[in-house]
């Protein structure tokens, strides 16, 4: 028992605290805030929207929609966006050669909403060969193996055809070992030093993904393979401190762990030990459960999606990538 504690009961009523709203809001410890969200969305090489039967509300965004959502993001006042591409799929290859393209969908995008938005929000990329692959996986792939050194190579150009493009943030999400220093290095050696690096550091192999992988049409492409030999087992813990020490002492500004809800020991243990800028992924999967179970009438929407993102910043993140950023700002501002 806490030193302070007057004694059991009746001495002490735990209650009387929570006896009023006012007093609830009094002494809350956490709080969460539209600028904890970063928000992220799909483009498509098209005019308009396409649906995304496994990610209910969350349209891939076609070249003249993607500009006027982040026109929106920023009248909301969320700080940050994360861009994924739907990649033709003609433009899937083995080498997964769409990724350097400087003229890529998403630098294309990049450069159309940082000329329409400038610096009033962040924009970060997703550094990993999953959406030009015709395999599916992060990285380049021999003899039925996904390459740790070859694929670095190609994400550092990834990472540099990005920033040249505007991007803010590059957040490698593809788990080569490596990658971070290596991605650090190019940067500096071609003039962003002040790009940041948002590294996906305790990124586990999840079932939790499937969604985003419709969304990106990557699901087809993995055709049922994984991606375990280089996403972190779920039954690890250590390990995933393990993995952000490395990337922290290659240079990341921010570490992430993904997904967000069933990993919430991760977010608190990397916190507790590294006292660095944290993010949770809340991942498609927990957003499309969250979205079944209000459609189905079992749950409410905006109670349970609120309690989630406060748990998340409970077990001590400091921002929350989510699908319901915009929806959740809407609910913030209303309070
Ligand atoms: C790509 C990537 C994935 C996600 C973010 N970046 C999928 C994967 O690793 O298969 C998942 C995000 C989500 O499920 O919302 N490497």
Known sequence: MSKFARGPYPA???????????????V?????????????LFVFDGPGRQGVASLPGVDRLGTDQIVGEVVRACELGI???AIFPAT????????????????????????????EVGDQIGIICDVALDPYSSHGQDGLVRNGRVLNDETIEVLCQQALVQSEAGCDIIAPSDMMDGRIGAIRKALDESGKQD??????????????????????????????????TYQQDPAQSDEALHEVELDL???????????????????????????????VYQVSGEYAMLCAADQ????????????????????????????????????????
């Open 12 to 26: 002490t009523r735990m209650r009387r605290v929570r006896n009023h709203a006012w007093s609830r809001r009094l």
């Open 28 to 40: 809350r410890e956490n709080q969460l805030s539209t600028a904890d969200l970063i928000w992220p």
């Open 249 to 279: 002492a290659e240079g990341a500004d921010s570490v992430m762990i993904k997904p967000g809800m069933p990993y919430l020991d991760i977010v608190q243990r990397v916190k507790e030990t590294f006292r660095v800028p944290t993010f």
């Open 296 to 335: 189905a009438g079992m749950l409410d929407r905006r109670s349970t999606v609120l309690e989630s993102l406060i748990s998340m910043k409970r077990a001590g993140a400091d921002g929350i990538l989510t699908y319901f950023a915009a929806e959740a700002a809407g609910w913030l501002s209303e309070q």
């Open 88 to 115: 033709n799929p003609e433009l899937k290859t083995e080498d997964a050669a769409e990724a350097i393209n400087p003229d890529n969908l998403v630098c294309r995008t990049v450069r159309a909403v940082k000329q």
């Open 195 to 228: 790009v940041q690096i948002m590294s996906y550091a305790a990124k586990y192999a999840s079932a939790f993904y499937g969604p985003f992988r419709d969304a990106v049409g990557s699901a087809t492409n993995l055709g049922g393979a994984g991606k375990t």
């Open 79 to 81: 700080p940050a966006i």
